[in-house]
């Protein structure tokens, strides 16, 4: 369990949560990182499913105050999905803030080299198994180098 949260990437510029559909919530935010001596931004998007009063977030990304009462706002956080392996910057502040929320992963995906070491899953992203909302179907990418997914919401 994240016992800490001094080690979270702050929260970057992000725009404001948009209803997309019915139940379906998107935000994007900013991304930055170091790669060969080179400071990379780069935008990433967060999706969150409602179902009834319990809420997804796919792909988290790290929402400011304003954006965090937005959340709350819409439900109660039940799910965190991590999509793939290189989705997984605000995991652990989002498990930390929703301790009882469950921690969706494929196989094959750790967050040993990730600034929250520790992070364990709770569920396994599996095609045929239980998915984290109802009508919610699981694509795996079976070229990719590291384990990717898309969630196919009905």
Not at 44 to 66: G, K, P, Y
Not at 73 to 100: C, E, M, Q, W
Not at 101 to 121: C, N, P, R
């Amino acid at each position: 369990m994240i016992s800490q949260q001094s080690h979270f990437s702050p929260a970057w510029p992000h725009g404001e949560l948009r209803q997309i559909f019915s139940d379906i919530f998107f935000v994007t935010g900013t991304n930055k990182v170091r790669h060969e001596n080179a400071d990379i931004q780069t935008s990433r998007n967060m999706t969150i499913v409602r179902t009834d009063s319990a809420l997804t977030l796919v792909n988290t990304v790290r929402l400011n105050d304003h954006g965090l009462r937005q959340i709350d706002s819409l439900g109660t956080v039940r799910n965190i999905v991590r999509i793939g392996a290189f989705h997984d910057r605000d995991d652990g502040f989002y498990k930390y803030r929703y301790p009882h929320a469950k921690l969706w992963t494929l196989a094959g995906v750790s967050y040993e080299s990730s600034s929250v070491k520790g992070l364990m899953a709770d569920q396994e992203l599996a095609i045929g198994k239980l998915m984290p909302f109802p009508d919610c179907a699981l694509f795996v990418f079976e070229t990719s180098a590291q384990p990717e997914c898309i969630l196919h919401i009905e």
